[in-house]
C-alpha cells in the first residue's frame, strides 16, 4: 500500500500517516460560518481537504473514508445579520430570518463549491444539530473543574491544562500579551474562553442548566467531532488562521472532557491567500467571492486548477495572469483526452499527492503525461486531482463550435469585409468585437481574400457562449 507522509503541525514534523483503522480513516476539517458567501480565501481550505479526501478514498477505498466538515449555523455574525434585513424591512421574526439567511447561505456554500469540484464531505453536521451533546460536554468540564459557570455563562479554565498552547507554539502568558481576547469581568483568567452564554429574547437560544442561551463557537466543533468520529479519530484540518485560538481550544476541551482519548492524531493547515500580492481586502478593492470570479466567466476548473498550483502548506497568489495560464492549459488537456477512456493515474502524480499533497509536483507530472503524448494517463491522473472531469466541463473548449454556428460565423465574417469595403467601419467593428467575444478574429488578407481563425475564447460558461451566439444572431438579422 501507498505510504502517505503529511506534516503534522502538532509535531511540526513531516510523518508517515498511520489510520487508527484502516477500514475508517477518520477526518474532520471546520466549516464556514453560513452568513454571507465563501470568498476565495475560504475556498482554499475546502479543494486542499477535497484533495486529501481523494487521495486517501484513492489508497484506502472509497467506502473507508469518513469526511466531517461542519456547518456553524448559530454565530453573532448570523445573527446581526438577520437583524440588519428585519430593520431593512424584510418580512418574520428574527428567529425565521435567522434560519432564512442560514438556508440561503448553505444552497450558496454548495453550489459554489460543487463548481470548484469539490466532493461533498460524508457528514456535513449543522451546529444547532448538536446542542444536546455540546451541552452535555459542558457539564462535564464543569463536573472535572475545568470549567465554571457565572452569570448565565460558562467559560473552559485555560490554566487548567496543562498542554495548552502546544499547538500554536506559545505559552499561555505569551498569548495574553499578543492576542485579543475578550475581557469580562466574570473572567478568573483573561485567557479563559466561553463555552456557553446567555440568548436575549430574540435571540437563538436552547434551555440549559445554566439558563436560556447558546454555545460558544470553539465547542461546536468538539461536540461534533466526537460524536460523529469518536473521542480519538486521524486527522484534523482547516485554514491557519483557525490554529489560534479554534483549534488551541478545540484540543484543550476535547481532551479535558474526554482524558482517555487522544482527539486528532495529525492537524493539518493550509496557508493563507493573497491577491496580485497582497492580502485581500474590501478596502484595497481586491476581495471577491468565488460565485464573483463565476458570474466573471472564469470557470470553476480554472479556479481549481489554480488553487493546486501552490503547495497547501505555502502562501498562494491569486492573479489574474495564473487564471489565464491555466485556462489555455486546461483548454489544451481538454481537447487533447477528448473521446479516450482513462487508464490508471501516473504513479508518480499518487507518489507527488503522497508526499504532503504535493499538488505542485502532481500537475508538474500531468505537463509530462501531456507532451509524451499519454492520453488515457493523463485524463486518469487528472480525474485524481479532480481535473478534467464531465462535472467541470461546462465551460467552452476551443474549436467546439457546431457547424451552424461555424456558418453563422462564416456570414458574419463576410458581412464584415463587405462593410470594409463600403469604408463602414463602424459596422465593420461591431461585428469583428462580437466575433472577438467568441475568441474568432477576422483578418483581411488581400482585398478579396480575408481569413477566420479560431483561438482561444475568453472565460465564459456554455450559457454565457450561447447568450454571446445569440446576440451574433440577432447582429446578422440587423445587417
Excluded at 477505498?61 to 453573532?76: A, I, L, P, Q
Excluded at 479516450?340 to 508518480?348: I, L, Q
Excluded at 505542485?360 to 505537463?367: E, N, Y
Excluded at 493523463?378 to 461555424?406: C, I, M, Y
Aim: proline share 4%.
Amino acid at each position: 500500500m501507498v505510504t502517505i507522509r503529511l506534516t503534522n503541525s502538532k509535531t511540526r514534523k513531516k510523518e508517515d500517516f498511520v489510520p487508527i483503522d484502516p477500514e475508517n480513516v477518520r477526518m474532520y476539517v471546520c466549516g464556514p460560518t453560513v452568513y454571507d458567501r465563501a470568498h476565495l480565501g475560504n475556498a482554499r481550505p475546502v479543494v486542499v481537504f477535497d484533495m486529501l479526501f481523494r487521495l486517501l478514498r484513492h489508497v484506502y477505498g472509497e467506502g473507508h473514508v469518513t469526511y466531517v466538515r461542519n456547518f456553524t449555523d448559530v454565530d453573532d455574525k448570523i445573527n446581526a445579520e438577520a437583524l440588519r434585513r428585519q430593520k431593512a424591512g424584510a418580512p418574520g421574526t428574527l428567529e425565521e430570518l435567522i434560519h432564512e439567511r442560514t438556508e440561503e447561505t448553505i444552497a450558496w456554500y454548495h453550489a459554489d463549491m460543487d463548481a470548484l469540484g469539490a466532493l461533498r464531505p460524508t457528514v456535513e453536521p449543522r451546529a444547532t444539530e448538536f446542542i444536546a451533546q455540546m451541552i452535555a460536554m459542558t457539564e462535564g468540564l464543569i463536573a472535572s473543574g475545568h470549567a465554571y459557570a457565572v452569570e448565565g455563562h460558562v467559560l473552559f479554565r485555560v490554566r487548567s491544562y496543562k498542554d495548552y498552547g502546544k499547538l500554536s507554539g506559545r505559552s499561555v502568558d505569551d498569548m495574553i500579551a499578543g492576542a485579543r481576547v475578550e475581557v469580562a469581568p466574570f473572567k478568573e483568567d483573561p485567557m479563559d474562553f466561553v463555552l456557553w452564554k446567555p440568548s436575549s429574547g430574540e435571540e437563538p437560544g436552547w434551555d440549559s442548566p445554566w439558563g436560556r442561551g447558546r454555545p460558544g463557537w470553539h465547542i461546536e466543533c468538539s461536540a461534533m467531532a466526537q460524536e460523529l468520529l469518536g473521542e480519538s479519530f486521524d486527522i484534523h484540518g482547516g485554514g491557519l488562521d483557525l490554529q489560534f485560538p479554534h483549534h488551541e481550544n478545540e484540543i484543550a476541551q476535547s481532551a479535558c472532557a474526554h482524558p482517555h482519548g487522544d482527539f486528532a492524531h495529525y492537524w493539518l493547515h493550509n496557508e493563507m491567500l493573497q491577491v496580485e500580492g497582497k492580502k485581500m481586502s474590501k478596502s484595497l478593492g481586491n476581495f471577491f467571492t468565488v460565485r464573483d470570479l463565476l458570474d466573471q466567466g472564469i470557470p470553476g476548473e480554472v479556479i481549481r486548477f489554480v488553487l493546486l498550483m501552490t503547495h497547501y502548506r505555502s502562501p498562494m497568489d491569486w492573479t489574474a495572469e495564473k487564471a489565464a495560464e491555466a485556462q489555455k492549459t486546461l483548454m489544451k488537456w481538454r481537447k487533447f483526452v477528448t473521446g479516450v477512456k482513462p487508464s490508471e493515474a501516473d504513479h508518480r502524480v499518487i507518489a507527488a499527492l503522497s508526499d504532503d499533497l504535493n499538488t505542485a509536483g502532481a500537475i508538474a507530472v500531468l505537463h509530462e503525461l501531456a507532451k509524451s503524448g499519454d492520453a488515457p494517463s493523463l485524463a486518469a491522473s487528472a480525474h485524481l486531482l479532480g481535473l478534467l472531469t464531465n462535472k467541470l466541463g461546462d465551460w467552452p473548449t476551443q474549436d467546439d463550435f457546431s457547424e451552424e454556428v461555424r456558418a453563422l460565423i462564416k456570414r458574419l465574417a463576410q458581412a464584415w469585409a463587405n462593410y470594409r469595403d463600403q469604408k463602414d467601419w463602424q459596422r465593420a467593428d461591431q461585428i469583428r468585437d462580437a466575433l472577438l467575444g467568441l475568441g474568432v478574429r477576422v483578418t483581411q488578407k488581400t482585398a478579396q481574400h480575408w481569413e477566420v481563425r479560431y483561438e482561444n475564447p475568453d472565460m465564459i460558461s456554455l450559457a454565457e457562449r450561447e447568450e454571446r451566439v445569440a446576440a451574433l444572431a440577432r447582429l446578422e438579422a440587423l445587417q
